[in-house]
């Protein structure tokens, strides 16, 4: 396979353009873009300074399998990828992240996975864990998008146990609920799948991280960064040895919105469900000491949550 820059946009859809108009759904945001840079540069239009702007092609011989770009004025300047075959994303991973330019990828699930990211980043890369309130994980999974489903009651919230995806925490929590630790579980309720999910994806990604990235692993809490972005965007710049850019700056102070309280943040199942879960330690670990001091010793048996957690495991 080959991999291929364009600094100009023409020439970038003179060898992909009949394969995004394939696809005009998915690629309109690619060719619509690269069209529009076209055209600016036609009429004398000059680009930001300081602003990557390329696009990509992988092809394999004359087939184009994998396109993307880096055009975005904003932020950390993200990159748009087209969906492609596993083995097009490892070579375009592995030629972005050997570039003279700043990287910054984004992934929500790289636990259990970090062995692999290791082996394709720079020596001095940088590995950002982003991690949030599960109390807050938990209601923005169960309420979905724009929060699109609502509780009238903390009890139907807690209660709840339909049969939903919950961005996968039920598929996921299956298959934990197998380990020998979690043998007392019976019947888990939404909110419980999401939290075991979270204390595993915490902590694999602590543990990897520490271990394959040394003192270039950060820690960052959600809220940390919400209540003064500034100041926890400098910790990631500092981790790679680089002054915050003031345009990042300015830009997480208008972007980044303001910390929220979880719903139903002063229920006690919360710390129930934290107490038979075990997850005292991962809450420290991550920072959330007041939710950790929550956290009692599981009873004798393990069977502190009967009356949530029924008979049945599933």
């Known amino acids: 396979m080959e991999l291929r820059f364009f600094d100009d946009p023409v020439a970038f859809l003179d060898v992909a353009g009949d ?38 092609a992988v092809l394999d011989g004359d087939d184009v399998v994998g396109t993307a770009m880096r055009t975005a004025p904003f932020g950390s300047y993200p990159a748009y990828l087209m969906p492609m075959p596993d083995d097009v994303v490892h070579l375009l991973a592995k030629s972005l992240l050997d570039r003279d330019e700043p990287v ?29 309130d599960p109390r807050a994980v938990a209601v923005s999974m169960m309420t979905g998008k724009s929060r699109s489903r609502a509780y009238a009651t903390a009890y139907e ?16 929590s299956r298959i934990l609920l197998q380990r020998p630790e979690y043998a007392h579980v019976r019947r888990p309720a939404n909110f419980e799948r999401i939290l075991l999910v979270w204390k595993h994806t915490f902590e694999s990604t602590r543990r990897e991280g520490r271990l394959l990235f040394g003192d270039r692993y950060v820690l960052l809490r959600n809220e940390e960064l919400r209540a003064d972005p500034v100041a926890a965007i400098a910790r990631v710049y500092e981790a790679a040895r680089r002054e915050t850019p003031s345009a990042v700056a300015e830009w997480a102070r208008g972007k980044v919105r303001e910390p929220e309280v979880p719903f139903a943040a002063t229920d006690p199942r919360w710390s129930e469900a934290f107490t038979e879960l ?20 599981p009873p004798a048996g393990h069977g502190g949550l009967r009356r949530l957690l029924g008979r049945r495991r599933s």
């Open 157 to 172: 919230f807690f209660a709840e146990r339909e049969k939903r995806k919950l961005w996968s925490s039920r598929a996921l």
């Open 19 to 56: 394969v995004l108009a394939e696809q005009p759904v998915l690629s309109t945001v690619l060719a619509g873009v690269a069209e529009r840079i076209a055209i600016q540069r036609e009429a004398g239009i000059a680009w930001p300074d300081g602003v990557p702007c390329w696009f990509a």
């Open 278 to 297: 075990d997850m005292g330690p991962a809450l420290h670990d991550a920072g959330y000491a007041q939710l950790a001091e929550s956290v009692g010793e």
């Open 104 to 132: 910054l990828i984004k992934e929500t699930r790289l636990y259990d996975k970090l062995e692999a990211v290791r082996g394709l980043a720079p020596e001095d890369a940088v590995l950002v864990h982003v991690v949030r």
